[in-house]
């Protein structure tokens, strides 16, 4: 079986100021990670994925996140927070391997982020 | 290209009703999803399809049943509203390879009373 913990809930930064929100993944099965990011009553929208190929992937809107096998995490960061990042986002992964459970997203619980003028 | 779309966007139900959410979408993809998305739990897959002519149950298919109407079509059906299935719900559909991403549609906000 395969599981997203988001460690944070909630997560409130001032703009201008770094963003940490954090991803624990556990996978049977060789994963691909993604985290998406929804809007106030929008859908979801991808920001990054990984896929095995280089660990530290660079997403859209100056957002990055680093696989890091050995402690099963994907953190998402950013080295400057806008007004504009106020959303939620979901830490996801899907399995690769494995008969009829190929290509299932199991989504983490969501981390609220607020960003303060 | 639309991309994924989901009619309606806003639905009231009373408890017992039935309904039908649509969606469709024009990327050809092969494989097509229905999540639901509750407060602080993230989205949980209700029926997926791999591919026209098949469907598949998520983790919460509980009271949904689905078609798969063409490659491009795939409905959600409510035999019997509760309010246990006041949610927001989401369409999504997905190529095929090793780099692909799921594409969601924008959502239908359904409550039953």
């Known amino acids: 079986a395969q599981s997203v913990t988001q460690l944070d809930s909630h997560v409130s930064v001032s703009e201008g100021t770094p963003v940490l929100l954090r991803c624990n993944y556990s996978?049977?099965?060789?994963?691909?990670l993604f985290w998406y990011v929804q809007h106030p009553n929008k859908g979801l929208q991808l920001l990054l994925k990984?896929?095995?190929?280089?660990?530290l992937v660079k997403g859209i809107n100056g957002f990055e996140a680093e696989f890091k096998k050995s402690e099963t995490s994907f953190h998402l960061t950013k080295p400057s927070a806008h007004m504009s990042d106020a959303a939620e986002y979901f830490c996801?992964?899907?399995?690769?391997?494995?008969?009829?459970?190929?290509?299932?997203?199991?989504f983490g619980q969501g981390t609220i982020l607020t960003v303060h003028p | 290209n639309a991309g994924v779309t989901q009619t309606p966007k806003f639905q009231v139900l009373k408890t017992g009703q039935s309904m039908t959410l649509q969606c469709a979408q024009d990327?050809?993809?092969?494989?097509m999803y229905w999540y639901r998305q509750d407060p602080g739990m993230g989205l949980r897959l209700i029926y997926y399809?791999?591919?026209?002519?098949?469907?598949d149950k998520g983790e919460v298919p509980n009271g949904y049943n689905v078609s798969r109407l063409n490659k491009r079509e795939f409905s959600l059906r409510l035999e019997s509203a509760a309010p246990s299935q006041t949610s927001v719900y989401f369409c999504?559909?997905?190529?095929?390879?090793?780099?692909?991403?799921?594409?969601f549609g924008p959502g239908t906000r359904l409550t039953v009373l």
């Open positions: 990327m050809n993809h092969n494989s």
């Open positions: 990984y896929t095995s190929a280089a660990t």
């Open positions: 999504a559909s997905r190529t095929s390879g090793n780099t692909d991403t799921q594409y």
């Open positions: 399809s791999a591919s026209e002519g098949t469907t």
């Open positions: 996978s049977s099965y060789s994963p691909s």
């Open positions: 996801v992964v899907r399995r690769e391997t494995g008969g009829t459970s190929y290509g299932k997203l199991t």
